[in-house]
């Protein structure tokens, strides 16, 4: 007797355990397959993200949108860079991705050739979203596969030349100004390095970096990465060789450290312990320079100095996508397409980590920093260069950095280097 | 020969209620590892090879490709320098590795003052995350503001980029590699030593053996079951090293190429290209270098260790 009741609690323990983690997939499940249309109960969505610092942001504007459709509920998800993709690529495969996530260009291709992601063109249209005239023409196009709109942009970023006024001052040596030009700069170094810097202090540096240094100059300069039809690299070019030349050209100068010296101890980790006079960097360094003790208050940024009279400028950012398989498609189209507008910019915006992608929501960013000229960021946009993507783009950027860093150390000429970059590359294209 | 024949022909009995009852209370213990072998071990395994034969995109999604992966990648030559580093890798950190764990073991299992303290300092590395271990080293070989700079500049001596030398970089790997391992493997010998009988030490003595000879004649041989286990382990360890060497060795260090190892580029290609089933068909390759050393360790051993 004693023996069997024992059983019947196991049992009893066994059925309730079940039933508990049953019931634990069950609402889950529930939450997402409603499809949206019962109107006692409201529609779920998710939304996946990657920043903590913006989830605050984030999350003003689900509340804000939340009021305004109380039918819909979102609940918001972070986690790290690089463990977002993975999750996301694991959910996807397994049909329960979330319904709206951030995206950026660099995954664009592989997300759109597996149909992942839900066109938006006619959701842009019911939601009455102009993105012409209202976005950045290569924010739009950063998106668009096949003639369609996959992502809507959300923010952006661009790269801005950084100095330490301190160590300026302390050289007696004028200020960089937003009129310079790659001369300009050239000229700065050289006196800075004539007047005496301390000792592990250089005026610039110039790390194998594709989106802050190079490709800038290689589009100002005429070249290109890769051709509009993605068919073929640009690296036999000598354009873009010239492009990528005159970062070397500062090394070999001692203007900048050496590769191996800037490969133990990076730019950013120099110019924020005040051992760089100059730095370019990306507007989303902006938060942690500013939050460094060592440097805050020291430092202010100028546009990238000019080549052969154009403003040379790399712009990267993110956008909002709609997982093609989500069962709220409309609903979630919906908060993404409203993501894009002029309201929800504006929450982003004051919040001040990111440049919002609309026109009008862009000076929040410069009113959240009054101390810096954070213009330099924004001067020439329309002119601004998208990052360039192809499918296999992961891989291309790797072959790049592998073969540049052979010209970068001067153990070959940057003339061999590009040879083999354009076989190789040219590879990866097909 | 007939007592064997014998033993077989004994009849089986038939399993009773009692023993069929222990059976089923057997499987229930041993369920939960065996599903969780078979979840995350067994399924993965066969999943990697059958995408070894496929396309196979981020999202999972395979298209059969016949041998395409196998055909490329044995015309690959990254495949072949990584192979190159990952047998240099093992074949230097290995025998060190397991010569300083040994003399170790042999001094921790010595009387002399502050035992469990230097046991605990030599067993930390164990303890410690690799990425920390790793950003702590990095610091240690930089160029401008390494310690092992600042200390060789004090003897006049000429501080280097460590990491970006193609003549030392993989050794700085590899000391690390030995510093993070040879604590573990140090605890291993030293249980072992302590396993053996303290009559065996008291008959050499008697016999006349010196420390030395009691080391080498009575130590080492009853200690090679547990060198065997530990070779066995740290080879295994050695060819798939990846963490340390993915921290320290930047992409823009001139000394990546001769530092990547098989195993890092399994990486690149599943994790960072999004070409899983070459991925998959690398890490094939690797599994079946490790079953041909494993075995042939196993029916070497035959030859020197000593299971009396």
């Known amino acids: 007797m004693k023996k069997n009741l024992k059983k019947l609690m196991a049992l009893g323990l066994v059925v309730v355990m079940g039933a508990t983690m049953l019931a634990g997939c069950g609402s889950k499940d529930s939450g997402s397959s409603d499809d949206g249309g019962s109107s006692d109960k409201k529609t779920k969505l998710t939304f996946s993200m990657w920043s903590e610092t913006q989830m605050p942001a984030m999350q003003a504007m689900i509340d804000a949108y939340e009021k305004e459709n109380p039918n819909v509920e979102i609940e918001l998800q972070s986690s790290s860079y690089k463990e977002y993709w993975t999750k996301i690529e694991a959910s996807a495969t397994g049909g329960t991705a979330p319904d709206v996530m951030w995206v950026n260009v660099l995954h664009i291709d592989s997300y759109t050739d597996a149909g992942i992601l839900a066109e938006l063109d006619d959701a842009i249209a019911d939601g009455g979203l102009e993105l012409e005239g209202n976005f950045p023409p290569a924010l739009i196009d950063a998106y668009i596969r096949d003639g369609k709109q996959y992502a809507i942009p959300k923010d952006f970023d661009t790269n801005a030349l950084f100095y330490n006024k301190e160590i300026f001052d302390k050289a007696g040596v004028a200020y960089p100004t937003d009129d310079w030009t790659m001369e300009d700069l050239n000229n700065c170094c050289q006196e800075l390095l004539d007047k005496g810097l301390d000792e592990n202090v250089y005026p610039f540096a110039c790390p194998v970096d594709f989106q802050t240094w190079y490709y800038q100059t290689v589009y100002a300069n005429g070249g290109y990465i890769i051709n509009e039809d993605k068919t073929e690299t640009g690296y036999d070019l000598k354009e873009t060789q010239e492009g990528i030349q005159c970062w070397i050209d500062m090394i070999d100068k001692g203007y900048a450290p050496t590769l191996a010296d800037i490969t133990d101890t990076s730019a950013d980790a120099r110019f924020e312990s005040g051992h760089l006079a100059m730095v370019l960097a990306g507007s989303y360094m902006v938060e942690e320079y500013l939050a460094n003790d060592a440097i805050a208050g020291k430092i202010d940024c100028v546009e990238v100095p000019s080549m052969n009279g154009k403003e040379p400028n790399c712009i990267n950012g993110l956008g909002y996508a709609v997982y093609a398989n989500s069962k709220n498609l409309e609903e979630a189209q919906k908060f993404a397409v409203w993501c894009g507008g002029e309201e929800a910019m504006k929450i982003q915006g004051e919040a001040g980590f990111v440049f919002s992608a609309r026109n009008d929501a862009q000076h929040y960013f410069a009113d959240a920093h009054p101390e810096l000229n954070i213009a330099a960021y924004t001067n020439h946009v329309e002119d601004a260069v998208a990052l360039p993507v192809c499918m296999n783009a992961a891989e291309l950027y790797d072959l790049e950095a592998n073969e540049l860093k052979y010209a970068y150390d001067g153990s070959k000429t940057l003339e061999e280097v590009c040879k083999t970059l354009k076989e190789e590359g040219d590879a990866l294209l097909k | ?308």
């Open chain 2, 1 to 308: 020969m007939a007592e064997k024949k014998q033993q077989v022909k004994v009849p089986k009995k038939k399993a009773s209620r009692r023993e069929k009852k222990d059976w089923v209370a057997g499987y229930l213990f041993i369920a939960p590892v065996t599903l969780g072998l078979l979840v995350f071990y067994i399924f993965p395994f066969i999943q990697n090879f059958w995408f070894s034969f496929n396309n196979v995109n981020k999202f999972n999604m395979a298209t059969f490709c016949g041998l395409e992966n196998y055909s490329k990648m044995i015309v690959d030559t990254e495949l072949y320098q990584t192979l190159w580093n990952t047998l240099k890798y093992v074949v230097i950190t290995v025998p060190v590795g397991l010569f300083l764990s040994i003399l170790l073991a042999a001094l921790l299992n010595s009387e002399i003052k502050g035992k469990s303290f230097y046991r605990t300092i030599y067993f930390l590395p164990s303890v410690t995350m690799s990425v920390a271990v790793s950003l702590i080293w990095k610091w240690i070989y930089n160029g401008e503001y390494g310690i092992l700079n600042a200390i060789l500049k004090v003897f006049g001596l000429e501080g280097q980029n460590w990491l970006s030398n193609q003549s030392t970089a993989f050794y700085c790997v590899m000391i690390v590699g030995i510093w993070c391992s040879v604590g573990y493997n140090m605890i291993i010998l030293l249980a072992g030593m302590q396993g053996i009988s303290k009559s065996l030490y008291e008959a050499a003595a008697i016999d006349g053996a010196g420390p030395k000879d009691q080391f080498f004649h009575v130590t080492m041989p009853m200690l090679t079951p547990t060198i065997f286990f530990v070779m066995i382990t740290s080879i295994i360890g050695g060819f798939q090293v990846f963490d340390t060497i993915y921290m320290m060795i930047g992409k823009t260090s001139m000394a990546y190429e001769s530092c990547q190892t098989m195993i890092a580029m399994f990486y690149r290609y599943g994790f960072e290209f999004g070409k899983k089933g070459y991925a998959a068909a690398i890490s094939i390759f690797v599994f079946l270098i490790i079953m041909v050393v494993t075995a042939f360790q196993m029916w070497g051993q035959k030859k020197w260790v000593n299971y009396d």
